[in-house]
Every structure is written in structure tokens, then in C-alpha cells.
């Protein structure tokens, strides 16, 4: 691996745990319940990676005040912590990639759309806090992906130049928040195959979990 200082930078929900699935059924039971139809598919390729308020006022508008707005994101969360806490557990491989990868001194970062709850259920409810050295969430940014802030923020946080973070991401907005920001990317098939990834150039490997990667092949890559 290179000298240089140097990061790994997790997206969490999909990647660090294979929740993605579970995030669409709460919001489209959200919408539902609300009389509003929405095509699975499509919402997950236009949304994962955004944050909750930016999701709800692209498909129920931009009057609504932020404390509307609120609200209604803590109801659809509420309904997706119910739903996923009973299967919570991490991506294969994933704890041994993160102790390698520690002892290696590489730092290790997680960038997500998620709120602040979310995170407290995913990485206090597994006990996986502890690792980071830095956490950046949906309260530390304006702007969900496919901007490239929260990566650039917890690169500018773990003190590392963005050439020298690899991202691990699972959606195509999040990969191309991650070509933005000037970063390399490995890509879980967690919810989309590896053809979904095909037009990104920043991609340097593509796996099904964390089991196969070799932490000194992708600094090289």
C-alpha cells in the first residue's frame, strides 16, 4: 500500500448493510398510504443516496415547511427501523476488511445520507462506531448525493486528499458523488448488478460483499 495517508470511506445503508430493500418498502408504503403510486425500481435508481427531505419534496413538493418535512421523514424512518431491525447485521466480509484494514493504518470513514437516528440504529444497534474515525451524515451536509459533499467533508475530516480515499458505495448516484469528488470507488451488488455501474470510470472493482477484496490491490488499482 502507498505511504501516503489514506481513508476508506463507507456509504452505510447498502453497503455496509444490505438494507436497501427494506428502506424502498417503508417509502413505498410511505407514499402509498398517502394515495400516491411509485414504481420500485425507478425510485430506488433516482433516489438511494439522497437524503430523506429531499425525496419528500420531490414527490409530494416544494411547499411543504421544513417542520412538515420533518415530521413526515421521522414517520417513514420510524417504519423502516421496524421493518429491518429484526434481519440488521453487516455485509459479508465487512468486519474482517475494516480489522485489515486497521492495522494496515488506513483510516476509515463512513459518508451517508441516513439521519442521525439511522445511524445510532445501524452503528450503535452492531456495535460498529467504535472503528470510524469519522462518521458524516444527512445533519452535516445540505445536499444528499449525487453531490460529492459528504465524501469531500469526511476526506477534509480524516485529514486525507481525496485521491487517496476509496469509497464503497452500492448505488450509482452515490458512485457518481464519488467520481465528483476526485474519488475511486468499489461497488457492492448488494440491490443493482454490476452492468448498472458500466458508464462509471472511477470504478476500480466490483464485488458481491467485503470477503474477496485485497486492501493493498485497490490502492494500486
Known amino acids: 500500500m502507498a505511504t501516503e495517508k489514506s481513508a476508506f470511506i463507507f456509504d452505510m445503508d447498502g453497503t455496509i448493510v444490505d438494507n436497501m430493500a427494506f428502506h424502498t418498502k417503508s417509502w413505498i408504503t410511505f407514499f402509498e398510504q398517502r394515495g400516491m403510486s411509485i414504481d420500485e425500481e425507478e425510485f430506488f435508481r433516482t433516489t438511494a443516496g439522497r437524503q430523506g427531505k429531499e425525496i419528500i419534496r420531490a414527490h409530494m413538493g416544494e411547499h411543504l415547511e421544513?417542520?412538515?418535512?420533518?415530521?413526515?421523514?421521522?414517520e417513514k424512518e420510524s417504519v423502516y427501523r421496524e421493518l429491518y431491525g429484526p434481519h440488521r447485521k453487516t455485509v459479508g466480509g465487512f468486519d474482517d476488511l475494516i480489522a485489515r484494514a486497521k492495522q494496515q493504518g488506513v483510516v476509515l470513514a463512513v459518508a451517508t445520507a441516513a439521519p442521525t437516528a439511522n445511524i445510532e440504529f445501524t452503528l450503535d444497534g452492531l456495535d460498529l462506531r467504535r472503528h470510524f474515525d469519522v462518521i458524516v451524515g444527512a445533519a452535516d451536509v445540505a445536499r444528499g448525493k449525487p453531490n460529492p459533499d459528504g465524501f469531500l467533508l469526511a476526506a477534509e475530516r480524516c485529514g486525507v486528499a481525496p485521491a487517496n480515499c476509496i469509497v464503497f458505495e452500492?448505488?450509482?448516484?452515490?458512485?457518481?458523488?464519488?467520481?465528483?469528488?476526485?474519488?475511486?470507488?468499489?461497488?457492492?451488488?448488494t440491490t443493482l448488478p454490476a452492468e448498472a455501474f458500466a458508464e462509471f470510470d472511477n470504478v476500480i472493482a466490483i464485488a458481491s460483499d467485503f470477503s474477496a477484496l485485497d486492501i493493498d490491490a485497490l490502492f494500486a488499482a
Not at 421544513?66 to 421521522?74: P, R, S, T, Y
Open 66 to 74: 421544513d417542520h412538515e418535512v420533518v415530521a413526515l421523514n421521522q
Open 170 to 189: 452500492d448505488a450509482p448516484l452515490g458512485v457518481e458523488a464519488a467520481r465528483r469528488a476526485g474519488m475511486r470507488c468499489v461497488v457492492l451488488t
